[in-house]
């Protein structure tokens, strides 16, 4: 790859956007950036990039907010352990090392939440070392400009590309190379229809050379996602509804919901649940329903919302049911597809 440096970096030089996280070398940006692009593409990332770090501007700030500020940052990106695990590594920082990141990869991969690529990534952009940092972008470059036929999601996908490329990165600036193979990864050699006339590698990418980037990266077909089905309740009594907070591991950890009760279909109101909840089923009215399909990575969710009003003093507040002014509902941090409930029933 050696001979070919040098056009990467002349490529990159004169042709890469302009990101807000590119304005700045803070170790701290860096790794909200790269945590934030994980999640979400760069158009929409920006934006929360910019909200994220005007709302916690250092590691101060935010190891010292609380779980649900940050949650609230942070809603509709999805994967909300992410975003507790910020929360925890800023506290680690904080408090381990004395609000200092870290300068050596081995001692970041210790923050939790820092995989090897993040790792990676903050310890070339802000210390300049040379760890090649290969997220998806960068392994797709990699199958086809060295030829790597391996199953791209392979544990041995990865042990090949990182050897291949920590020889690589040695000869540029690591901050560079890491930047410049991503931004290639985004711009020329993308999925679909890669630019190879553009491209700045393809003197020597072993998939232009053998007519082979529609074979590579191999990919192996996903397993298709479990189906849930979950009713949820919209209960409203003068103008409060009742809400409940999921316990703060697992999926949507620390975000509000309607109370509601994973089933085997979506049929028929499941009014033991209600009862469950400290409700009299019988001062229940049922109004209407909506229904609802949430895609997540690994899920597909089927939601029906019970519209349900409740006689006066029915809601009986226990330590699961939180009863909010309609009008403060949005100030709780939240899901995606509560979000799309809450549009439909112009809350
Ligand atoms: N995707 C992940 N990290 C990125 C970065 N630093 N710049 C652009 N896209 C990215």
């Not at 920082?93 to 081995?106: A, L, M």
């Not at 298709?224 to 949507?252: C, T």
């Not at 209407?288 to 003093?313: E, V």
Request: proline residues 6%; aromatic residues 12%.
């Amino acid at each position: 790859m050696q001979n070919v440096i040098p056009n990467l970096l002349t490529w990159y030089q004169q042709n890469h956007r302009k990101l807000p996280w590119r304005e700045s070398v803070t170790p701290y940006q860096i790794w909200v950036s790269e945590i934030i692009l994980q999640q979400t593409r760069v158009d929409q990332g920006g934006g929360y990039f910019l909200k994220f770090v005007d709302k916690f501007p250092d590691i101060f700030s935010l190891a010292a907010a609380n779980e649900s500020e940050i949650l609230k940052i942070w809603q509709g990106l999805g994967y909300y352990a992410r975003a507790r695990n910020m929360h925890f590594a800023a506290k680690q920082i904080v408090n381990d090392f004395q609000g200092e990141f870290p300068k050596s990869y081995i001692e970041l991969k210790k923050l939790k939440g820092v995989g090897d690529y993040t790792a990676a990534a903050i310890a070339s952009f802000a210390f300049k070392l040379a760890h090649p940092a290969i997220d998806g972008n960068v392994k797709r470059v990699s199958a086809r400009f060295f030829g790597i036929d391996i199953p791209i999601n392979a544990p041995s996908f990865n042990k090949q590309a990182l050897e291949l490329l920590t020889q690589a990165i040695d000869f540029a600036p690591p901050d560079i190379f890491n930047q410049a193979m991503i931004e290639m990864g985004a711009m020329i050699c993308t999925p679909q229809n890669p630019r190879c006339s553009q491209c700045p590698l393809k003197e020597e990418c072993v998939a232009f050379k053998f007519n082979k980037t529609s074979e590579l990266p191999v990919t192996v077909p996903k397993k298709s996602p479990m189906k849930k089905y979950i009713h949820y309740f919209f209960i409203e009594q003068d103008g409060n509804v009742a809400i409940v907070l999921r316990p703060s591991s697992g999926i949507w950890g620390g975000l509000h919901e309607f109370p509601n009760v994973e089933h085997s279909s979506l049929e028929h109101l499941p009014l033991h649940f209600l009862e469950e909840l400290g409700l009299n089923s019988e001062n229940i009215h049922v109004k209407k329903y909506d229904d609802y399909k949430h895609l997540l990575t690994h899920q597909t969710i089927f939601a029906r919302c019970w519209h349900l009003s409740s006689f006066p003093n029915n809601i009986v507040l226990s330590n699961q049911l939180i009863l909010v002014n309609s009008i403060e509902i949005r100030n709780f941090p939240m899901h995606k597809l509560m979000l799309k409930m809450l549009n439909n029933l112009n809350l």
